[in-house]
């Protein structure tokens, strides 16, 4: 997994139809949001954080963040081309 892009998540959280929020962190990040939740202050549909600088680590952690707000892995991994 160490090969995915923050580029890449985004593209794939739009294919599964989440809201890709880039207007916080300066640059540095950006958020993933739940469409039943899009207010940026609203805490519950916050998935999971893209940092500028992804290691295979991170991706692993947003790959299970994903998981655990229930969309299905063979989603993601088509949401990411990799399937």
């Not at 300066?26 to 202050?41: C, F, M, N, Q």
């Not at 549909?45 to 992804?54: E, Q, S, V």
């Amino acid at each position: 997994m160490g090969n995915i892009t923050p580029s890449d998540w985004y593209h794939a959280g739009r294919r599964l139809n989440l809201i890709i929020d880039t207007s916080s962190g300066k640059g540095s990040h950006a958020v993933i949001r739940g469409p039943r939740y899009p207010d940026s202050l609203n805490i519950r549909g916050h998935f999971t954080t893209i940092p500028r600088h992804l290691y295979k680590e991170m991706n692993r952690i947003i790959f299970k963040q994903l998981l655990d707000f229930g969309i299905a892995e063979d989603a993601i991994w088509k949401a990411l081309k990799m399937l």
